[in-house]
């Protein structure tokens, strides 16, 4: 090999499955960061736009795509000689979609959830389906997740997100690809908690636009913000998730972004709840995913099966029902039980009083030195 051909960097080659919004934005985050990008549309002329004139106008109008993104309605050609699988598809359509591809991704190759909800029926997560349904080692799964609104991104305005892998390795090596000019990865190895923050934002993100399209001010959307996090990171914590992982970028962050934005369909669809349209007319309304919408009854159910109480989660299921006044969701921030004020803070923070910040410090350090010492 000649010296200058040794210096011509190799280009990763990677597949996206799902040319919605955040997959196409995706996309070109990875081929900015030096990537060859292949997508794979479920309509042909959604592949045939962003082949031929690098745009996908139904969900990035006026953005253009890099060159180094393609894309095709194949996925056994989308698929042919990946070295890292993404996956962007609606939550309740993923086990569906990776029926129909278990036996097409390459081997040993790191498969990546962007998605940022839970499984109606099972009360999975994202990478549990993945886990389950392609049978694969949870070392090559990784998630990434942040405050991540597409539209934004798409637009190169300047981003972080968190990639998180039981794998140090592996969450470095998807963090490295998913890095560019305006976009930075950072890493973790707590999944659980990385990915309930994106799932259970969205649901906080849903109250605080029907509190919105009610008309309260930002006391309201504030009281149901900081109250919202709390509801989090109990849940989150109960699952085995890091309270610092709630207090990252995928939890406060993505909640800061998606409960503060009108690019947001959770957002949206509260709004909309909020300004008195039935859950249906809303439904019928979104032309994209509104996760949030689907995710509140298996979350509902999780929080009930560790007895996490989850007061705002619940009326936000109630207005959906249509059995609470929107108008009525701000009052009922605390547990109504007759037992007198609630404290302020995570049950984490109460029960552990007793130095078991500490323990966990300790123990994260000891994880990482572990994850380390195996990817080495
Ligand atoms: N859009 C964002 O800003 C954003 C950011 C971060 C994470 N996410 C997450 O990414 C995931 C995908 O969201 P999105 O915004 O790209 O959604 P979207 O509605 O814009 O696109 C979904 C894509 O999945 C495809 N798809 C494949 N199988 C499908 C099926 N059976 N039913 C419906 N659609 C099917 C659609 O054709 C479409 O291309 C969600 O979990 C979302 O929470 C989105
Ligand atoms: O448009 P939403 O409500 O699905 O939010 C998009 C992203 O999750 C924001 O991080």
Known sequence: MSRASARVPVRPRITVLGAGSWGTTFSKVLADGGSDVTIWARRPEVAK??????RNSDYLPGVNLPLAVTATSDVAAALRDAQFVFVSVPSQSLRQNLEQIRDLIPAE?????????VEKGTGLRMSEVLEEVLQIDRDRIAVASGPNLALEIAKEQPTAAVVSSTSLETAEAVAKVATNRYFRSFVNTDVIGTEFGGVLKNLI???IGIVDGVGYGENTKASIITRGLVEMTDFAVAYGGHPET????????????????????NNTAGRLLGQGYSFADVVKSMQQTAEGLASVAPVLALAAAKGVDMPICRQVSEVLAGTLDPKDIAPHLTTDDDSGPQGERTLDARQDDGGSAL?????RAFDQLRHRGRSS
Do not use: C, Q
């Open 49 to 54: 736009e962003i082949r031929e004139a690098k």
């Open 246 to 265: 709630l207090a990252g970028l995928a939890g406060l962050g993505d909640l800061i972004a998606t409960s503060g934005s009108s690019l947001s369909r």
């Open 109 to 117: 190759v790191p498969v990546i959830s962007l998605m940022k909800g």
């Open 205 to 207: 993100a849903v109250a």
């Open 359 to 363: 323990r966990r410090s300790l123990k």
